[in-house]
């Protein structure tokens, strides 16, 4: 079964870091892309950030352009957001999602369960 | 960006009845449409991908078409755990968009 748990979230002060972790089981996590998809309260679900199976291509929505990153680890089948300048508006759940494919952006299934983060001083 | 609207925002439906609720894509976007249900406190969970095809174990009740800017989803006759919110996905072009969901709830 595939499985994905993401960890990290918290809440930090505008302008703090954080850097939110997935863990992938249940497939071969090489082979596909990653996403980060966030959800503010009461707010419609938002794409953040994709990665390509390989690392590469990587993409941001312009709303974290600048200020986040993503990035993966194969060889622990993990994904990771490092969050940087954040702001209230970041506040949100942020779910891990497998892409369909290897590379862009398709698809989503599955979720992760999501982690919770707030951002207010 | 490409903007999906949902409509309607809230649809009050009786279990056993058809629902029926929209996406509209703010430009052309092939049959490149999702849509995924979300319970509350749950992640959401894809039911269709690429405008029509069920995601493995979705029951045969949910259907999806449309192709261009006009999508679909239907629910043939409501059961009690598809009382949920149901939300679009356009992946054509980046950034992926989602709408902003319909709610199907107990009439």
């Known amino acids: 079964e595939e499985n994905l748990l993401e960890s990290g979230g918290g809440s930090v002060q505008p302008g703090g870091s954080l850097r939110l972790s997935c863990a992938a089981s249940?497939?071969?996590?090489?082979?596909?892309?990653m996403n980060w998809v966030r959800q503010a309260p009461g707010r419609r679900l938002e794409w953040v950030s994709n990665?390509?199976?390989?690392?590469?291509?990587?993409f941001y929505a312009d709303s974290v352009k600048g200020r986040f990153s993503i990035s993966r680890d194969n060889s622990k089948n993990m994904v990771y957001l490092q969050m940087n300048s954040l702001r209230a508006e970041d506040t949100a759940v942020y779910y891990c999602?497998?892409?369909?494919?290897?590379?862009?952006?398709?698809?989503?299934?599955?979720w992760g369960q999501g982690t919770l983060v707030t951002v207010s001083s | 960006e490409i903007v999906m609207t949902q409509s309607p925002a809230t649809l009050s439906v009786s279990p056993g009845e058809r629902a029926t609720l929209s996406c509209r894509a703010s430009?052309?976007?092939?049959?490149?449409v999702a849509w995924y249900q979300q319970k509350p406190g749950q992640a959401p969970r894809l039911l269709i991908y690429?405008?029509?095809t069920r995601a493995t174990g979705v029951p045969v009740r949910f259907s999806g078409s449309g192709s261009g800017t006009d999508f679909t989803l239907t629910i043939s006759s409501l059961q009690s755990e598809d009382f949920a919110v149901y939300y679009c996905?356009?992946?054509?072009?980046?950034?992926?968009?989602f709408g902003g969901g319909t709610k199907v709830e107990i009439k």
């Open positions: 430009q052309y976007v092939e049959s490149d």
């Open positions: 249940g497939f071969t996590f090489n082979n596909y892309a």
């Open positions: 996905q356009q992946y054509d072009v980046w950034p992926l968009t």
């Open positions: 999602a497998k892409d369909s494919l290897s590379v862009g952006g398709h698809w989503l299934d599955p």
């Open positions: 990665i390509g199976g390989s690392g590469g291509p990587i």
């Open positions: 690429a405008a029509s």
